[in-house]
C-alpha cells in the first residue's frame, strides 16, 4: 500500500474512533508493517495540525523454540526430577538425557535430587522424598500455563524472576 493510501485509512479510521487509535494494533488489522503505520503518521504530522500523537512503548514477551518445549514439558530441573525413577538412577544415564546437564544442576541446588557416590556401579542420582510430592520447576510456576496466553505471548508486569527466565 503506497504512503498516500496509508495516511488516508489512517485518518478515516481516526475519525470513527472515539479515542483514538494505537498503531500497532491498527498494523496487526491490515496486516501492514507497524513502520508503515509509523510512516503515515509523521507524514501527517509534518502537515501542522492534521492530527495529534504521542510516543509509547510496550514490551512484548514470545516464547522461543526451548521456552515452548518448557511450557509443555516443564522446566530442565523438573523433567530431571520426572525422570529418576525410585531406585534411582546412574549419574552418566541421566547426564545424557536431553535436560540432563542444565538440569542437574539447577535440582541439586533446589534440593530436590542427591548423588550418592559409594553406590557400586557409580555415582547415583535419587530424588530427595520430601520434594515428591509438589515439585514443579520454578519457572513453570511463575509462567503459569501458557496454553492460556493468545499466540504464547506475554504483555505483564515482571517480577525478579525477569533474569532468571531471560537466563534460560
Known amino acids: 500500500m503506497a504512503d498516500g493510501q496509508v495516511a488516508e485509512l489512517l485518518l478515516r479510521r481516526l475519525e470513527a474512533s472515539d479515542g483514538?487509535?494505537?498503531?500497532?494494533?491498527?498494523?496487526?488489522?491490515?496486516?501492514?508493517?507497524?513502520?508503515?503505520?509509523?510512516?503515515?503518521?509523521k507524514s501527517l504530522q509534518a502537515l501542522g495540525e492534521v492530527i495529534e500523537a504521542e510516543l509509547r512503548s510496550t514490551k512484548h514477551w514470545e516464547l522461543t523454540a526451548e521456552g515452548e518445549e518448557i511450557a509443555r514439558e516443564?522446566?530442565?530441573?523438573?523433567?530431571?526430577?520426572?525422570?529418576?525413577?525410585?531406585?534411582?538412577?546412574?549419574?552418566?544415564?541421566?547426564?545424557?538425557?536431553?535436560?540432563?546437564?542444565?538440569?542437574?544442576?539447577?535440582?541439586?541446588?533446589?534440593?530436590?535430587?542427591?548423588?550418592d557416590k559409594s553406590a557400586a556401579d557409580g555415582p547415583r542420582v535419587f530424588r530427595v522424598v520430601r520434594s515428591c510430592g509438589l515439585v514443579r520447576g520454578q519457572v513453570d510456576g511463575h509462567m503459569g500455563p501458557w496454553p492460556s496466553y493468545p499466540s504464547h505471548s506475554l504483555s505483564w508486569q515482571v517480577d525478579s524472576m525477569e533474569d532468571e527466565v531471560q537466563r534460560r
Open 20 to 41: 483514538g487509535l494505537d498503531s500497532a494494533e491498527l498494523a496487526a488489522e491490515l496486516g501492514m508493517e507497524h513502520q508503515a503505520v509509523v510512516g503515515a503518521v
Open 74 to 115: 516443564g522446566s530442565h530441573e523438573a523433567r530431571v526430577f520426572r525422570s529418576i525413577p525410585p531406585e534411582g538412577l546412574a549419574q552418566s544415564e541421566l547426564m545424557r538425557l536431553p535436560s540432563g546437564k542444565v538440569g542437574f544442576s539447577k535440582a541439586m541446588s533446589n534440593k530436590w535430587i542427591r548423588v
